[in-house]
């Protein structure tokens, strides 16, 4: 007998809640939009967007995820295209010489 016939049917939300927090949960709002687009791709994990967002403040996340919603070219390739970076290090001592201008 498998131990799932003995317990009784409680949803997982009331044993352990995910959303402890207001950011979670505008983090749990770009997780479904993002999985829903994804299509054949695996689903990404709250952890990997929290940290993809961690740069932004709670009130800069509403603000990001309104544009998001209002874009014309769609939720998830306004959501990517705004965290995308062209620049390149700044030139430091450390750096190796393939970053150096000259």
């Known amino acids: 007998m498998h131990i799932?016939?003995?317990l009784p049917d409680i949803p997982t939300e009331q044993l352990r809640p995910t959303i402890k927090s207001e950011r979670a949960y505008?983090?749990?709002l770009f997780l479904e939009k993002i999985n829903e687009e994804?299509?054949?791709y695996k689903p990404m994990t709250a952890g990997a967007l929290a940290f993809k967002l961690s740069h932004l403040k709670?009130?800069?996340?509403?603000?990001?995820y309104g544009q998001c919603e209002k874009a014309n070219c769609g939720f998830s390739k306004c959501f990517w295209g705004a965290l995308k970076t062209d620049r390149?290090?700044?030139e430091k001592k450390w750096l190796t010489s393939k970053?150096?201008?000259v």
């Open 26 to 28: 505008i983090i749990s």
């Open 88 to 90: 390149k290090p700044v």
């Open 58 to 64: 709670k009130d800069d996340l509403y603000f990001f």
């Open 38 to 40: 994804r299509g054949t």
């Open 99 to 101: 970053w150096k201008r």
């Open 4 to 6: 799932a016939q003995l």
